[in-house]
Each structure stands twice: as C-alpha cells, then as structure tokens.
T-cell receptor, first 114, second 112 residues
Framework: EPEVTQTPSHQVTQMGQEVILRCVPI?????FYWYRQILGQKVEFLVS????????KSEIFDDQFSVERPDGSNFTLKIRSTKLEDSAMYFC????????????FGPGTRLTVT | DQQVKQNSPSLSVQEGRISILNCDYT??????FLWYKKYPAEGPTFLIS?????DKNEDGRFTVFLNKSAKHLSLHIVPSQPGDSAVYFC???????????FGGGTRLMVKP
C-alpha cells in the first residue's frame, strides 16, 4: 500500500540553525501538507501546497518557514532560524485531488531545538 | 482555539464491546469530518470520513454518525479489539480549503 515517507525520523539542532525536513508524498497525490504537534498539544495545520504554490497557510507559518517541491517526488519544509518553540513532531500529509479530502500522513519527524 | 473538541481524554472498554468516541465542533462552515487513529511514534492513520450532507457512514467495524444540528459526531467501533487501543482524533475540513482542524484526541484502551 502506498504511503507517505519522511526523513529524518529525528532531528536535533541548535537554536538559530536552519533545518530541512523531507517528505515523499504518495505518488499520484496532488495536494501536500505540513502539520505539527507540540508535545501535549493538538495537531496544528501549517501549510498546504498545490500546483507548485502555497494554497493555504496558518498564522504559525511565518517568514521563518518555507516549503518547496524541488523535484517530482520530494516535498520539503525549511525552518530558516529555529527557535526553542519549534520543537515538535512535524507531519507531512498528502491527498489525491480537489474532491478527495482524506489526507494521508507520514510517520513524522521529531524536531528538537536545543 | 477550540473549534473541534474531544471532551473525553480517555476511554476504557472491554474487548468485544462497543467503543463510542465523541467529538463536538463549533464552526458551521465545516463540511467534511474525518477520524484518525494514532499509535505512539507514528503518524495519524486515516480511518473513516463523512460529508456534512450525510448523517452516517459505515466501514466494517467502524461507523461515524454526524448530528449537524448538535454539531456533534461520534465514532462507533463494534466489536472493539485490543489492537484498536490508540489515540483517536477527529478532524474537520472547512469549505474554503483543505486545511484540517483537529480535536485534542481520545486515548482508547481495549482490555482483553
């Protein structure tokens, strides 16, 4: 069964450093998403991406964040200058098309900012 | 922001019995609802969904009920199995985009 994959599973970085989290969405899916879950809190939407551009973003997704689809398979989330409060599980998700609303999630990347 | 709320943080059920997980929402612009199951150190796994134009959707042991007037949905699992023990999240999609808003989750424990 096709699945969303994410690398790395765990990333430790120092405050102020840049990190790139990587995702490979399901191959025939057209919509891609990033969510995060801070420990003990809800899963929160960050951004959605379609047709090589951002289609929605939340207030959390400020100028420190960017997304990119550098090739036909990868989808990345970059955090330019990490802060302690960016420590969280980051989940990538993908969905098939404009009328298929089910989103399929990857296993997540645990980001720890020290 | 409490647009989607799961008021029970945990639920314990005997194997073979019914599990009922509840979810309330406040935003009347939500038009699609989903349930996800999550094991520790894994991502949410899609279980079942329902459109706001329906009041029930069934898939095997899982049934989701939607009461639009009460802004309430529930997930029924019958019969419950020990492998169902996980955290269950409800999520809702607004009619203006694909962003999902999640509830806080309910931890289900199914005892053998």
């Amino acid at each position: 069964e096709p699945e969303v994959t994410q690398t790395p599973s765990h990333q430790v970085t120092q405050m102020g450093q840049e990190v790139i989290l990587r995702c490979v969405p399901i191959s025939n899916h057209l919509y891609f998403y990033w969510y995060r879950q801070i420990l003990g809190q809800k899963v929160e939407f960050l951004v959605s991406f379609y047709n090589n551009e951002i289609s929605e973003k939340s207030e959390i997704f400020d100028d420190q964040f960017s997304v990119e689809r550098p090739d036909g398979s990868n989808f990345t989330l970059k955090i330019r200058s990490t802060k302690l409060e960016d420590s969280a599980m980051y989940f990538c998700a993908s969905s098939e098309g404009s009328t298929a609303y089910e989103q399929y999630f990857g296993p997540g990347t645990r980001l720890t900012v020290t | 922001d409490q647009q989607v709320k799961q008021n029970s943080p945990s639920l314990s059920v005997q194997e073979g019995r019914i599990s009922i997980l509840n979810c309330d929402y406040t935003n009347s612009m939500f038009d699609y609802f989903l349930w996800y199951k999550k094991y520790p150190a894994e991502g949410p796994t899609f279980l079942i969904s329902i459109s706001s134009i329906k009041d029930k959707n069934e898939d095997g042991r899982f049934t989701v009920f939607l009461n639009k007037s009460a802004k309430h949905l529930s997930l029924h699992i019958v019969p419950s199995q020990p492998g169902d023990s996980a955290v269950y999240f409800c999520a809702a999609r607004g009619n203006a985009g694909n962003m999902l808003t999640f509830g806080g989750g309910t931890r289900l424990m199914v005892k053998p």
